[in-house]
């Protein structure tokens, strides 16, 4: 076909939808098969770079072209871009449920690090909670991801139970991890009275990492569910009573050590006014905001973090993701 000028381009509206389609199938095989440019693919059928780019989408809307993404991690395309659509996410990563739920955070963590360690530009400053799930995201970030990187921890970690997690470290492997420094907040998550809470936080040295933690524009924090044995128990700064009493008033997990509610809300000013860290609405100006989190304890909580936009990032599992959409096709 002779080349034409853009003053005798094709009018698309002349052609029968049989010509159309041949244009299409001609411009899709240039472009997807044989490399080309839209510029090279326009001048060899007479067209415009605008037409061939109309060509191309029209292929793929009508199914003339079909794109599947298969990536070599086990992954759910699918459900990562309805989570995305729906929920406006900069980002989703959900893991197919293969394996218990030891595995599924194993398989969540890793894909958590390869997200951090591909992120460009390069934060050099990076935020993260504790617990047994950031644990696992330290474990899994490839060596020297981020090399020189400062990591600050988000939420008082400091047990006052002996445990075999070593909560305070979070931040550090984080940072040995990038061949980086880790700043620490040497606090309890929470503790016994507000006024000791302000005190502390007016302490040079917490409150540096406390500005430290608001200044991070990269965030990565677990999602803990409303269970006996959550590592805020485990480490002493709740006991099992009180997560019942925080269910009765209609918490659903907590996020940065803050307990909230399907709707993302604090439940308890009393508690929250004794618990030191980050403000989880702080999470909403963040440039990643990534939360992790998988199992079915942890539904309602990663529910309650995308409703009020707490998250901009998520990593969960098939199931998790599924009742997600679910919720938000039926109006819930």
């Known amino acids: 076909m002779p080349a034409r000028t853009e003053l005798e381009e094709i009018d698309f509206r002349t052609l029968s939808s049989e010509g159309r389609e041949a244009l299409m199938v001609q411009a899709a095989k ?38 599947e993404i298969v990536p070599r991690a086990q992954r759910r ?14 980002e989703a990563i959900v893991v197919p449920n293969l394996r218990d739920d030891d595995g599924l955070i194993d398989m969540a963590a890793q894909a958590a690090g390869q997200f951090l360690a591909g992120l460009v530009p390069r934060p050099a400053l990076v935020g993260v909670s504790w617990g047994r799930t950031m644990a696992s995201v330290a474990y899994w970030l490839p060596h020297r991801w981020n090399d020189g990187v400062e990591v600050v921890l988000l939420n008082g970690a400091m047990n006052i139970h002996a445990t075999e997690l070593r909560t305070n470290n ?31 936080e007016q302490d040079p040295v917490i409150a540096d990492a406390l500005s430290l933690g608001q200044k991070a524009t990269v965030v990565c924090f677990g999602l803990g569910g409303m269970t006996p044995d959550s590592v805020l ?8 009573t009180d997560i019942v009493r925080l269910s009765k008033r209609g ?40 939360g992790v989190a998988v199992g079915h304890r942890k539904h309602q909580i990663v529910l309650a973090a ?13 199931q998790t993701a599924r009742v997600a959409m679910e919720a938000a096709h039926a109006g819930k």
């Open 30 to 67: 240039g472009y997807y098969e044989l490399d080309r440019t839209m510029a090279d693919i326009a001048k060899s059928l007479g067209l415009t770079r605008f037409q061939v780019a109309r060509l191309l989408k029209d292929a793929r809307e009508q199914g003339v072209v079909r794109i």
């Open 77 to 90: 395309p699918d459900l990562e871009a309805a989570l995305q659509r729906t929920y406006g996410l900069r």
């Open 170 to 200: 979070i931040a550090e492997l984080f940072a040995s991890a990038g061949n980086g420094r880790a700043i620490l907040l040497p606090v309890p998550a929470m503790v016994g009275r507000a006024e000791t809470r302000i005190v502390l």
């Open 233 to 240: 128990v485990r480490s002493g700064s709740l006991a099992e």
């Open 251 to 290: 918490a659903v997990g907590d996020l940065l050590g803050r307990f909230v509610d399907s709707a993302g809300r604090i439940v308890d000013t009393s508690l929250d006014a004794r618990t030191i860290g980050l403000d989880p609405l702080a999470l909403r100006d963040k440039e990643i905001a990534m």
């Open 306 to 318: 995308l409703r009020a936009k707490l998250v901009n990032v998520l990593v969960t599992d098939e």
